[in-house]
């Protein structure tokens, strides 16, 4: 009897110890895919961030491990100089602009695509004049990754890898914008228009040409002047 009872109990052990072993198993090919898909989820993200810096992936995991998912309709206004937004946010899926309001007009500054980040200038890097009435808003339903501000700052502190990310980016900036003031002193509306047609040719079939002409620095009459008269040489070339 007593043989009995251990071959009874040793039995029920390995019968527990299968399961578990096979539940054990499961979690971590069910683990496996789920890391492929959120891979495939941020798939614009993550490339985005290998392209500017060449991050590893280990630093990508400790970054989003911050990280919160959201998914906001078009026309939301994500954040503004107006709210306290401690956010920093990776553009997934969608488009967003940038503007200030300045006398009651909407001057656009900026247009944020797949890949890109934004974030409110005055929460980020603290009160900065002529930002006062800065806000961003979504102009299709957009799928974002929100990181704490603090917690991005910490990462700069620990991490080389997302401190030089974030040095790229902001040296990346920095020559746009450089460009885009000497494109405002120097070139034509024409010649801006013709610049923006050729670098940025998904504006066209994505934003509202009123916010267009507005980062143009143009009337919306002038665009569409511009693009008839863009049109017109293009189709007389053809032909």
């Not at 026309?75 to 940038?98: C, M, P, V, W």
Request: some cysteine.
């Amino acid at each position: 009897m007593l043989i009995w009872a251990i071959y009874k109990n040793a039995a029920c052990l390995f019968i527990i110890g299968a399961f578990l072993y096979f539940c054990s198993r499961l979690i971590k090919k069910q683990e496996r895919v789920n890391k492929r898909c959120e891979s495939q989820m941020m798939r614009n993200t993550i490339n985005s961030l290998k392209a500017k810096s060449n991050m590893s992936n280990s630093s990508i995991n400790e970054l989003f491990a911050h990280s919160s998912l959201l998914e906001l309709p078009k026309k939301h206004i994500l954040t503004s100089s107006f709210q306290n937004d401690k956010n920093f946010y990776f553009i997934e899926k969608g488009i967003a602009r940038s503007y200030c309001v300045i006398n009651d007009k909407e001057l656009t500054s900026w247009f944020s695509t797949e890949g890109d980040i934004v974030f409110s200038t005055n929460n980020f890097y603290g009160n900065q004049q002529g930002y006062e009435y800065e806000v961003v808003q979504l102009l299709e339903n957009t799928v974002l990754y929100a990181v704490p501000i603090k917690d991005l700052e910490k990462l700069y502190q620990t991490n080389i890898e997302i401190a030089n990310w974030s040095r790229i980016l902001h040296q990346e900036a920095f020559i746009m914008n450089e460009k885009r003031l000497i494109s405002r002193l120097y070139k034509s509306a024409e010649e801006r228009y013709i610049e923006l047609l050729q670098t940025r040719p998904d504006l066209f079939q994505r934003v509202n040409l009123g916010y267009i002409a507005s980062f143009l620095g143009i009337s919306q009459v002038t665009l569409c002047h511009l693009r008839n008269k863009i049109k017109s040489v293009s189709y007389t070339h053809l032909t």
